[in-house]
């Protein structure tokens, strides 16, 4: 990524997608500063998809990655990206691609990628999941006057998102218990700042963004919301992309979760492009801890 426009925290934030190329095939990834304790989930698997990205040949875009969260990042140590290519073929090429940390004088593995990318062809069927009738992202509330009422609870979430703009159709710390068929959730979202006009940046972007919410979505049976009773943590993340996207502009995100046992919620995403393209799905399994065990 060369540059991104704009002046912003949240522009700046987005620009820890131009990873510093070391060698042949590593790349290294900083973080922004934050409160947070551990590296957002969605920021490591955005950067382990650029490092891929930048391996590939010609024209060959991804079109589904597969990932795992091995261990939490640490947001004061730079993360190191070494990308293995497994295939290049005449139209298919893979890659994997492995995170790696320094703790206490040693190398340590904090999350896997697998990632297949594609020459475009010629489709032979052509199917895509409507939109959602929903109200437009213009109409609703931004996300810091949603959560203005919560104080000190929100602090976290409005550090976490200060990269994406959100508008959502309900108050995500005060939230209803659902019931099927209707236990979706749906938002608005957008990376704030322009982006360049590279295929790869959104496609990374968009993936660190449908890591911010989809968890949320293994609590919308029991009521509640963020900064509950509860504590969450991604366990692996995959994303399928159907078209191509813009990640700074309004994509609407619905979540639900169709099973959870065990402690693990999984949580499924479906991303449609303001004008209703279906532009990716998003599958998560998560670890969700209650805060009085």
């Known amino acids: 990524m060369t540059q991104v426009d704009g002046g912003s925290q949240a522009a700046s934030l987005m620009a820890v997608l131009d990873l510093e190329e070391r060698d042949t095939d590593l790349y290294v990834g900083q973080t922004p500063r934050t409160p947070l304790q551990r ?9 382990a998809l650029m490092a891929a990205s930048r391996t590939l040949p010609g024209e060959r875009a991804v079109h589904s990655l597969h990932s795992y969260f091995l261990r939490p990042g640490d947001p004061h140590e730079e993360i190191r990206y ?38 475009p062809e010629t489709p032979v069927v ?65 990376v704030a700042g322009r982006l360049p006009e590279d295929g790869n940046v959104h496609r990374s972007a968009l993936t660190f963004v449908s890591d911010l919410t989809l968890l949320s979505a293994g609590l919308a049976r029991t009521g509640g919301g963020w900064g509950g009773e509860y504590v969450g943590a991604s366990l692996d993340h995959a994303v399928w992309f159907h078209a191509p996207v813009r990640a700074d502009e309004w994509f609407l995100y619905e979540t639900d979760s169709p099973a959870a046992s065990g402690g693990r919620a999984l949580c499924f995403g479906q991303i449609w492009a303001a004008d209703g393209t279906h532009v990716a799905t998003v599958a998560q399994q998560g670890l969700i801890r209650s805060l009085r065990s």
């Open 126 to 190: 052509e199917h895509a999941l409507p939109m959602p009738e929903v109200p437009a992202p213009e109409t609703l509330p931004s996300l810091p006057e949603v959560v203005a009422p919560h104080g000190e609870r929100a602090a976290a979430a409005l550090a976490i998102s200060q990269a994406v703009e959100q508008r959502l159709l309900e108050d995500p710390f005060d939230r209803m218990p659902k019931s099927p068929p209707d236990t979706r959730t749906c938002a608005w979202m957008r």
């Open 82 to 119: 070494a990308v293995e290519r497994i295939r290049d073929g005449r139209t298919f090429s893979t890659r994997r691609v492995i995170a790696w940390q320094r703790r206490r004088g040693a190398d340590v593995a904090i999350f896997a990628l697998t990632a297949d990318a594609s020459v």
């Open 39 to 47: 590296i957002f989930g969605g920021q490591v698997a955005g950067q």
